[in-house]
């Protein structure tokens, strides 16, 4: 910023104003005043009477004087210009003028925390905690199941055998010859005693082994619900501390940026507080004239009155 000579005391900006407008009219009067002079004139006789064509104008007497006004004029309303756009700059920048909020830390954004929740098992994963001996058994007693329901379940081998056995007649006819029916003997050699004893027997193989069987799903099955159960009271009490670390960091958070919020706030409040003043004060300064430009600004401040700005 170039150096100016405001003060709480001089000229105010209107006055300033005004001189320097003064002194722009009186130079250019001057300026008109020497730009007219020549170094000759110049004359016609028209009808034997000398005519003027060119008048004479000759330097004026005080040319030295005049110039040397006419340099304090231009000299007096650069002074004046300049420190009223100096009052102007510097108002300026003080309405310009921001608050310096580096030394308020706003938090940064938490970083939000993920459970790490674990995969509930399936039935796979029970077969595989039986020991190998147990799940032998289990292939044993499920295909002894399988394959001896499978002979004695309806629709079966033996339910079909005993079915048909109180159904079979003594005799049936058979056509050996044309036209002519041969009988033939039906011997059975199984009697229905003998079927529901092998039934029975079967039967009660079957209902072993398929207690077997039960008995090893059902262990399968309370091994997995046991383990879910216990996966999920992991994961809960893995979502819990999530949830719980979460809600700290976002307290801290917002106290933080609280904090910060209030302190920018305090900032401002001072700072606008100081820049209102410092404006107040720009605004009152005046022109302080220097002695060497004193003359002129008292000549032309006599034609009018004090201003109160």
């Not at 059975?188 to 008995?215: D, W």
């Not at 399968?220 to 046991?226: D, F, I, R």
């Not at 401002?268 to 302080?288: G, H, M, P, V």
Request: glycine letters at 2%; hydrophobic letters at 35%.
């Amino acid at each position: 910023m170039k150096k100016n000579s405001l003060a709480s005391t001089g000229l105010s900006l209107s006055q300033a104003q005004s001189i320097s407008n003064l002194c722009n009219q009186r130079a250019r009067e001057i300026e008109k005043l020497l730009s007219t002079v020549n170094n000759y004139k110049k004359t016609v006789k028209v009808d034997n009477e000398e005519v003027e064509t060119v008048s004479a104008r000759k330097l004026p007497t005080n040319v030295v004087d005049l110039l040397e006004e006419k340099s304090s004029l231009h000299a007096t309303q650069a002074f004046l210009m300049e420190n009223i756009k100096g009052k102007d700059t510097m108002l300026m920048a003080a309405k310009m003028e921001q608050p310096d909020l580096t030394s308020v830390v706003f938090p940064k954004n938490y970083e939000y925390e993920e459970p790490i929740v674990l995969t509930q098992v399936k039935e796979e994963w029970g077969w595989e905690q039986l020991p190998i001996d147990e799940y032998n058994d289990y292939l044993e007693a499920e295909a002894h199941a399988s394959h001896i329901g499978q002979f004695i379940h309806k629709d079966s081998i033996l339910d079909n055998l005993r079915s048909e056995l109180s159904t079979l007649p003594a005799v049936e006819w058979m056509i050996i010859e044309d036209g002519k029916k041969s009988p033939v003997k039906i011997i059975v050699h199984h009697t229905p005693e003998e079927l529901m004893k092998v039934h029975e027997e079967l039967a009660s193989l079957h209902r072993k082994y398929e207690q077997s069987v039960n008995y090893y799903k059902a262990k399968v099955k309370n091994l997995v619900t046991v383990e879910n159960a216990r996966i999920a009271k992991i994961n809960s009490d893995a979502q819990n501390e999530a949830e719980k670390i979460n809600n700290d960091r976002e307290i801290n958070y917002n106290t933080e940026h609280k904090k910060a919020t209030e302190a920018i706030k305090v900032i401002k409040s001072e700072f606008e507080k100081t820049r209102q003043d410092n404006i107040k004060r720009i605004a009152a300064l005046r022109i302080d004239v220097d002695k060497r430009f004193q003359n002129v600004v008292s000549h032309f401040l006599k034609n009018f009155p004090e201003s109160q700005e």
